[in-house]
């Protein structure tokens, strides 16, 4: 009862501070307010006001632990205001007797919503308003600051009198940023405050017009604004770029409260205030889809439409076209054919929209006549326009004409893209293009959209038609082909004049082009379809380049003949190709009449592309190479063409550019040194190791094409598993490695595919090559590899019984700071002692100190067998039954302290050790103790033969009976090592039968077919009863079972000179090997994708809120 007396004497002095405090700002003379501030109390308690909010910044008064609570019941408290209700602007300042001073938080922590009141959130805002009806603001007589007494480092400003608040806003404004007093201060709600208190006179206002149209700017550019990606434009505020992101946020109803303002004190509104005006009625009209909100919009547009800026009628016309309703777009299509008439900047925005209006299918027939005739009328006045630009608005200098004019001017060929661009340009020139109307292009642009808009008839067909020609040139120019109703590609099959079949051809062609991927191959209906628009579309222009008696402009020519070249290449279209062919020779476009480059290289690539879909087609690669000889006399300009058809060959038909290479070999063309790299690129890539590396023998390749040739080598060697099927051209392959990196150190581009190659390069007998690569690369750059590479290539050395190479590494990799990625020297010294290199083991042992906790006991037993593990002293074994029983540890050496008695000879201690220790090993342990004894007895000195098979087997029947030993495997293999090794018994022709009978009961081949079934052909009853076998049920594994089994028999056929039959089995088990490693990567691809799959469950669950492993884990 105490504590609760104590907490409620506590919280009403906190509450009676706070009102003594603020008695001369709050109205206590109003009984409702007095009520709910009571009520607020009683009912939240002291979680609504039992101590200050450490953060003060906020200036709350609300809990800790309890901030939600505290934030409604003071925005209950503060929906009391000096009437009844909310209140207007005028009437709150004229009613309330403290004035306001702030304003209430009532979203304190809610994150970015507490830039503004609730009662300002376009959220709140509800039904659409009148132009000249004030919008609905919350006045109310007091901030949280003022109802709990608490201050923030940016109230000191807001304590003083208006007239000072006023002038602090206003230098804050004639400033170049903005200046709060600190800066953890909330800059909208600064500027704010300020505004909110230096407005209380509703006669007159401190702040000029300027002054207020700075702010109606500055909270319009904060609404446009996004978290990166800021608004910039001419109205954009200078404040804007030092806004953070959290103040980016619509404040459309504060633009609107500013706006009325300067009504009510009778100030002119400017363009930018009308902008900003009617961007705010058509955010609300996006929202909500009402025709009044898009009226008052319509209204402010009305009175800025004939302003030059482009982001008037963008935003005006975007807010038509997103309701997608015939009227709007109608109504967006006469705006759009006023600013056709007279605006001669066409920015990519205004472009999109003017498409979209282009591409829709509800437009009338009367509409657009009215679009094309605005269209003819900008054309027939374009020229006088270009002359004159410079003097009216938005038109640029001479100087700058001329600097744009030669940056827009195409290095390159001219191609099917450019005319297009030409096109556009004549009709809807930019800012930046529209100079380039004087250039031979442009001009030949300009006098054919003339010719195909320039009639004056206004037939319903003639309309159709123009229009059909607009709609191409959408849809060639929009990347994503997006058309709503009919396809325009193939409109209108009737009679054309010239001038709209050339615009067809061009602009079709454009679309094709984007559409159809010459990396892949098309399909047959695919290709019928494509094949039947490129013959109607050659036709129509081609009897309006026959009708036309006007001399043609040859770089137009090339730049159609060069694309129609492609697409029948690709869809192997022989007929275009070789009507094409013919027009070229008729129309002499074969020869340049000057030196220009665009010519040069436009004629370069129509011999390219001519000479692509001639091959493509089927044609003869000599005939064809001849013929582009004749058409082209320069060398250089010949070696150039055939050089880019091979690498453009390349890359999809590899084949045909490779005997196109050899061709142009025995023409004597020489191809260049990126095509060759191109081929060798796309070869390797193929799968052709052998055929790739013979293209380094290249004299003109430098040592970039070098590494990139054999970096998708590598990779390709990765991909396809070619180790196992081209180990003879590892060699070759780490020899062209040592001699590029000789020079200097790869790219780290070609560490990806380098680091797998090093790592398996001593399995292919090529140590001391990895070993050479990796010392000239660390010395170039020691920072190269990764740091877990260095372990890696270690243990690939350890396996491939390179010890010496694996100390050098050990010790580079140390010197380099890579410790903790490297296996420690004990674990080291271990592996070389059971490995057969004790004399490394004891050197090394002899430099290193006291092994860690982990490794103590194996070290120890290490130690004990003099560091010569794999075949020790037979003194030393003695001890080891006595080391066994006093290790803690001793079940986990058991089968290595065994192998050491075995390889000694003592069976019999190995045995007995075997029957004391069973007990206390699983079932895999005895098994593999069991074969370890089972194969010491083949090794005896003075059996041979027959006794030592003999022998074998009498072991395994002891294990069996007497220790509990299960076969399994590897001991069909132990007993079929001892048979193999009977030379007398088993001769050639048994062991091929042996070897066929083992194939028969289920041994793989790898996908190797044979005539008879097997690989010897021998009789199905061959090989069966030389031995009897024990029955196991154990999955057969390739490196465990059926590697060691047919390396035996490879070594059987070896020592009866049986070459034959020595090369079929190694055959066999490259093959499987190949077949099992593909196995190996299907299941670790398989166990990645469920993977990828349980960690996007796992988000799923985690975004539905729903508790998940990871997000466990994570928290």
Known sequence: MWRWCLRTTRDVSVVASGIALNRTRLPFHHVSFLRQYVNTYATHGRRCYSRPYKNSSEGTFASTDSSNAGAIALDQTSNISSGTGGLSTAEGAATNVGGPVGHIDASAHSGVDDVLPARLSDSSHSGPQQEDAPPVLDDRPGSLQAVTGTSTPQDESLRSSPADRARVLKELLASDRPIVPSPKSNIVRYIYDLYHSASRDVEQSPLTSAELSSLISLFGSLSLSAPQQVYSSVYRHHFLPHFPETAFRPHWTLVKVIIH?????????????????????????????????????????ECLRSHRSVEIHISYLQALLSASNPDRIAEAARRLCDLIAWYDEWTPHLLRILWQVVFDATLSLGLKADFLSALRQRLSTSSCDLHSRSGRPGGADSAETQRIDSNLRPLGPIGVRDLVNSLRNSCFPSARTHVILETQLSQWARRLASAVFGSLEEGGKLVETQWNCLVLLAVALNRQGRTSGPTALIAH???????????????????????VDPASEATDEIARKLNHILDKLWSSWYDAVTANHAQPTPIIFRSICTLFFRLAGQTKNRTVVERCVDLCDAQKLWSVTDTDPIETSSLQLLAQEQLISALLCGAS?????????????????????????????????????????????????????????DLAVAVADGGHIAAALRHLDDSQLTHAQHLLIIHHILLAMVRTDHHSRSVYLIGEIADAILRQVSFSAPPPSFRVALQPALLYLPRANQAKT?????????????????????????????????????????????????????????????????????????????????PPRQLASAYALTRR??????????????????????????????????????????LRMAKKLYAQMRTEQDQATRTLIGNDILHGSLFHRRRRNKQRLKKALRTLTELTRDYGFVPDRVTMNILMKSLLEWTSYVDGDKLRGLFDHMVRSGFPTGGLEFPKGVPFGTASGAGAGMINMPSVDST????????????????????????????????????????????????????????????????????????????????
């Open 261 to 301: 303002r300067k009504r009510k004190l009778h100030m002119p509104l400017s363009k930018a205030d009308r902008y900003w005006l009617m961007r705010a009625h058509l955010a609300q009209s996006v929202d909500e889809p009402r025709e009044a909100l898009l009226q008052v919009a319509r209204m402010q547009y």
């Open 770 to 850: 990895a070993m050479s690569i990796v010392q000239h690369i660390v010395d170039a750059t020691p920072s190269y590899f990764t740091a877990g590479f260095y372990g890696k290539f270690i243990v690939a050395l350890l396996r491939a019984r390179h010890f010496n190479f694996a100390l050098r590494v050990h010790k580079l990799a140390r010197k380099l700071d890579m410790r903790k990625h490297l296996p420690s020297l004990h674990s080291f010294v271990i592996y070389c002692s059971r490995h057969g290199a004790g004399a490394i083991a004891a050197n090394v042992a002899a430099s290193i100190g006291k």
């Open 1036 to 1115: 057969m594994k390739f490196k465990r079972h059926v590697r060691p089994l047919y390396k035996m028999f490879i070594k059987a056929f070896h020592l009866r000179d049986d070459a034959y039959g020595a090369r079929t089995v190694w055959k066999i088990l490259k093959a499987v090997e190949a077949e099992s490693n593909d196995l190996t990567r299907m299941i670790g691809k398989h166990m990645a994708r469920k993977r990828i799959k349980r960690r996007q469950a796992a988000r799923v669950k985690a975004k539905g809120g729903e508790p998940c492993e990871g997000s466990k884990s994570g928290r």
């Open 493 to 515: 099959d009737g009679p054309h004049s010239a001038a709209a079949a050339e615009w067809r051809a061009i602009c079709v062609l454009a679309s094709l082009e984007r559409l």
């Open 865 to 906: 067998l003099g560091f010569r593990e794999r075949v020790p002293r037979y003194v030393l074994t003695l001890k080891i039954p006595t080391f066994l029983n006093r290790d803690p540890s001793r079940r986990v050496h058991a089968a290595r302290a065994i192998h050491a008695l075995v390889r000694v000879g003592s």
């Open 621 to 677: 690669i000599e005939r064809a190479l001849v013929y582009i000889s004749k058409r082209i006399a320069d060398p250089s300009m010949l070696s150039t063409v055939i050089s880019r058809a091979i690498s453009t060959l390349a890359a999809s038909h590899t084949d045909t550019a490779v005997d196109t290479q050899a061709a142009a070999h025995r023409l004597g063309i020489v191809a260049s040194a990126s095509a060759i790299t």
